[in-house]
């Protein structure tokens, strides 16, 4: 099967929170009576009682859940697969996200086993992996959970203003410039990875956050099989079958803040002719987008992957939008 027919048939990967969730201590009752009213009787790893279910993809699904040990609301994503042979998705968003720390990039603060009653600690790592594994048993890992909403869900009623635009993605753009450094592509930048907190910032615009590391690469983990990115952000270099590299994050950055703006996507339509689009032309951007903007828009999206800029240009060049 070829790339562009792995993409085609690839669902979409769901986004890592709902319309409104909360996380602060002065919001602990409501999450409580969240938490009561989706599965109070599920207590992960002894300690995380989970909530209702936030969303979900192919590989797992995401609950709101309440830190019995700390008295706070967290996010758990519960990895579907229960063959303990079969922990790819798990081990890599370890490997790679756990080890992340940066103010744009969701936290993961725990993981473990749903057979296992012990407790990963704060490492991102189980003293024994193999415990409590069985038939039934999921992989899951424990998160910082947002207040706010992604940006799939905040495009649904109306595009971005430009100076929120600038500044989420001036903040997606530092977090890809954290992740690049260490060697990491992120491989799936869309709106539904970037949640934008409005709690940590409520006389603002929000702070971005990117989420989702479950298909990204490093030196130690190859592309999984299902194929790499959303087909819709694809780069044109991966859709032709070449490799995802930090250069493709940036397009595909630059996909969702022409999004943002226009709240429409670049190249819309079944997933297969929106690939074969971005291969013979460059996105439309309209006469409404500001120049400054539009020039920026057309660095991040230039066809040839050595024409866009690292993401410590793109945050300069974001950053001055907002000037």
Known sequence: MTLLERAAVRADRGAVCTERVAGTGTDRGAAAARVNAGQPDVVLGGRYQLGAQLGGGSEAYVNEAWDLDTGRAVAVKIFRSTDSTDDAPFRRELDIHGRLRHKNIVRILNSGDSGDSGDCGDTGHCADPSAGHNQESRNYVVMDLVGGKDLRWIMKDSPASPEQAAAWMTDIARALAH???????????????????????????????????????????????????????????????????????????????????????????????????????????PGTVRRRWSMVLHAMTDPRPAGRPSASQAVGMLRRLSW
Not at 262 to 276: D, I
């Open 179 to 285: 992740v690049h450094r260490r060697g990491i592509v992120h491989n799936d930048i869309k709106p539904g990875n970037i949640l934008v907190d409005f709690a940590s910032d409520p006389q603002g615009l929000g702070i971005a956050k990117l989420a989702d590391f479950g298909i990204a690469l490093n030196g130690r983990h190859p592309a999984p099989n299902s194929s790499s990115g959303t087909p819709q952000y694809l780069s044109p270099e991966e859709v032709r079958g070449g490799p995802s590299t930090t250069a493709s994050d940036i397009y595909s950055l630059g996909l969702v803040a022409l999004e943002c703006l226009t709240g429409t996507k670049a190249f819309p339509g079944p997933p297969l002719e929106s690939m074969v689009a971005r291969t013979l032309r460059e996105p439309r951007i």
